[in-house]
């Protein structure tokens, strides 16, 4: 059964910082890349940033000086730490590999955890 566990969402101000945890025990940090995704209401989900089995990252445009993706290959977890928020940055964050795991067939996801910003 894969698992993926997402937490450290809630409510903050804009301006204000959090740090996403995610424990993968199913994705191999020496063979994938790992994403953060996001998904706003009413929107589709997109890759926020990600992180390659080389260390290297990438962001998507609006994030880019504001989140840093890490992980720690010992412990199979990764992180998203967010610095400046802002609106539109409110969604649910979701961890994944890239591309996202198939279980069964079908794209699977964890919960996610849910960032809300207030302005």
């Known amino acids: 059964q894969a698992q993926l566990v997402e937490s450290g969402g809630g409510l903050v101000q804009a301006g204000g910082s959090l740090r996403l945890s995610c424990a993968a025990p199913?994705?191999?940090?020496?063979?994938?890349?790992i994403g953060w995704y996001r998904q706003a209401p009413g929107k589709q989900r997109e890759m926020a940033a990600v992180i390659r089995a080389d260390g290297s990252t990438n962001y998507v445009h609006s994030v880019k000086g504001r989140f840093t993706i890490s992980g720690d290959n010992a412990k199979n977890m990764v992180y998203l730490q967010i610095y400046d928020l802002k609106p539109e940055d409110a969604a649910t964050y979701y961890c994944?590999?890239?591309?996202?795991?198939?279980?069964?067939?079908?794209?699977?996801w964890g919960q996610g955890t849910k960032v809300t910003v207030s302005s």
């Open positions: 199913e994705i191999s940090f020496r063979f994938n890349a």
């Open positions: 994944n590999a890239d591309p996202p795991l198939r279980v069964n067939g079908r794209t699977y």
